[in-house]
């Protein structure tokens, strides 16, 4: 028997021609392909970082707010001239408090009581709020009259936004809020330690408020979380037993198929047909308060309802037939199959689905703005049958705002609900990771 050579062993003119089966242009392809994938991701990622690092930049400093320390005499004489606050103690609240402030300030900045132009410019360096503040303390505490204590005043927000460098003051005085006379005292206090910058706890605790220094978000969170307490409440137990109904128990019929594809199509709906629907039926029809979160809660229920019954669904499906199989085998009934056995092991799926449902109400704003919750509400509800608003809302509300101190207050609470999304969508994945099964 003859050996047969290889085509390598042969003379390049004796070698049969080479088939071009493609792999060349295939492995051109994949590369291409590849090559478009990472720069989707490097497009997406570097918009990501823009819109972040806009945020932030903008942001950041309302996390901290400009105060003056001044020692303030609650004068008798100015606050009560008569001597009437034994006999009637709303002489307190209506004194004239601003009027105290002021003096204070003159006295620190040496500024005369008759010299009428600077005392008109004094004013626009203390936040309205200082005579609020004073008012609190001497109504708190009435021994406070005659006597002079250092009290922390928030400046007001053109100050504010100059100290933090906000404000361009090289421009022509007549081009910006702040006068040239205003920054010289601002740089003499702050030389003197008397204008510093702290914590900005009233961005957590403030309420809504027309003054920008004076603005939080406190209000807002309190009406997210009743909200977000309603939602959890009904769409969880509204779309778990749904779920587990039309998976376990409903029969595969034309009915149920109608259901399904229902649910799906109402996935994809707009929110702000949920709005227009809580609108129509809880407000219109049946005459529950506007700007209630009541109203808002139950609204977002209804939007977050699919999605926790498509990742219930789901989750119920993943588990093997082979432990209903088994469960029945040993006399269980169906509904301790589903409860004892099913439902356990689908709770990760179904706590997963719960949360990013929740994440997506949180961060959710046309809906509510179509039930009232863009109302302008300073006192923080005690129920959810008062007036109240969100926090996405608070945002928009803020970005109608002309002046920049509301810019720096609403990329801050960005920045907030931003954090809060972000920890609830690391939570799903924590607990899907921890007590997800692989079969």
């Known amino acids: 028997m003859t050996a047969i050579a290889p085509d390598s062993a ?64 609650f004068d008798a004489a100015a606050l009560d001239p008569q001597n009437k606050r034994d006999s009637d ?11 105290l402030a002021q ?19 004094m004013k626009g360096i203390l936040s309205d709020s200082s005579r609020i503040q004073l008012r609190d303390m001497l109504v708190a505490d009435p021994a406070l009259m005659g006597k002079s204590v250092d009290v922390s005043m928030l400046a007001s927000a053109n100050i504010d936004s100059a100290f933090k460098g906000q404000i361009d003051l090289s421009v022509p005085e007549a081009r910006r809020k702040v006068k040239d ?22 961005l957590f605790t403030f309420g809504a408020s027309s003054r920008a220094e004076t603005s939080g978000i406190g209000v807002a969170v309190v009406g997210s979380l009743y909200m977000m307490g309603i939602v959890l409440a009904l769409a969880l137990f509204v779309g778990v037993a749904a779920s587990i109904y039309l998976e ?3 029969a595969k019929n034309r009915l149920t198929d109608l259901i399904e594809v229902n649910i799906n199509n109402l996935a994809a709906v707009p929110s702000i047909v949920y709005g227009l629907l809580g609108l129509a039926v809880f407000i219109n029809f049946l005459g529950l308060p506007r700007s209630a979160a009541l109203v808002g809660g139950v609204t977002l229920s209804l939007m977050t309802l699919p999605t926790i019954i498509i990742a219930t669904r789901a989750a119920l499906a993943a588990v093997p037939p082979s432990i209903r199989a088994g469960a029945l085998a040993l006399g269980a009934s169906r509904m301790q199959v589903v409860f004892h056995h099913v439902l356990p092991l689908a709770m990760p799926g179904i706590l997963t689905g719960t949360i990013i449902g929740l994440a997506r109400a949180l961060g959710e704003t046309a809906p509510l703005l179509l039930i009232g919750m863009v109302a302008f509400v300073a006192d923080y509800p005690s129920t959810p049958l008062d007036p109240s ?7 928009y509300m803020w970005s109608n705002e002309a002046e920049r101190a ?9 920045i907030i609900l931003l954090a809060f999304l972000m920890v609830m969508n690391i939570t799903a994945i ?7 099964r692989r079969w």
């Open 103 to 121: 003096q204070a300030l003159a006295a620190k900045l040496g500024v005369a009581a008759d010299d009428k132009a600077k005392q008109r410019e």
């Open 430 to 436: 924590v607990l899907r990771r921890k007590f997800e």
């Open 406 to 414: 509301f810019v720096e207050r609403m990329s801050g609470a960005i």
């Open 248 to 250: 376990e128990f409903a």
């Open 89 to 99: 103690p709303s002489v307190l609240v209506k004194a004239n408090y601003d009027k």
């Open 10 to 73: 042969l003379p390049v003119s004796a070698r049969p021609p080479r088939r071009d089966i493609g792999i060349r242009k295939r492995y051109a392809a994949e590369a291409r392909f590849k090559a478009y994938g990472v720069a989707a991701i490097v497009f997406g990622l570097t918009f990501l970082a823009i819109m972040l690092g806009s945020i932030v930049s903008k942001g950041y400093t309302a996390f901290w707010q400009t105060n003056i320390t001044l020692p303030v005499t």
């Open 389 to 395: 608003t969100a926090l996405p809302v608070q945002i």
């Open 181 to 202: 006379q205003q920054i010289a005292w601002m740089n003499q206090l702050a030389g003197e330690g008397v204008l510093t910058q702290k914590f900005n706890t009233g």
